[in-house]
């Protein structure tokens, strides 16, 4: 059985969010407005009408720079997929469930390999730490996500 590569990582989130799937939905779309409501979401740089540049810095002291290039949009399944090359490669994944009078239910989901020099040499005693800075990122994400949502969806 082959071993598991110490770069890759597999995450899952799930949201529960006080907001109709349409406004979580129109929000997550708009990728360049993530630095806005997220803290660790230091910059967006649309490229074109499909991609950009992302940088992102959480609680470690290093910084992650990825091109993302749109591989789906479905407004009407609240779908939207992106793949990444540069320090991560690999995809992302947000899909917005309806749970009737709760609100929605954001799933996040992404498989990466870490491709940035210095995560990939200390990934072994650095994975722990990897991993904390992430699900850091995502209950720092999901908070400004709240608050952006209570101000008020784009176009909502």
């Known amino acids: 059985m082959p071993r ?12 529960s969010l006080p907001a109709s ?6 929000v ?16 967006v740089d649309p490229v074109d009408d499909t991609g950009g540049t992302a940088r992102f810095r959480s609680f470690l002291p290093y910084d992650l720079t990825v091109t993302a ?3 789906r949009r479905d407004p009407v399944a609240r779908v939207l997929e992106i793949a990444m090359t540069g320090d991560l490669e690999g995809w992302a994944r947000w ?4 749970r009737g009078p709760a609100g929605s239910l954001a799933r996040f989901e992404q ?8 995560m990939r040499r200390f990934a072994l005693p650095g994975r722990p730490f990897f991993l904390a800075n992430h699900a850091w990122m995502m209950r720092a994400g999901r908070r400004g996500l709240c608050a952006r949502l209570e101000r008020g969806a784009p176009g909502i």
Request: aromatic share 14%.
């Open 28 to 43: 997550l779309e708009a990728a360049e407005e993530y630095p806005d409501w997220w803290p660790q979401v230091r910059r």
């Open 111 to 118: 498989e990466v390999e870490v491709r940035k020099p210095l």
């Open 69 to 71: 290039r749109e591989t």
């Open 95 to 98: 899909t917005v469930l309806d």
């Open 21 to 26: 799937p349409d406004a979580v939905y129109a």
């Open 4 to 15: 598991r590569s110490l770069h890759r990582y597999r995450f899952r989130d799930a949201w």
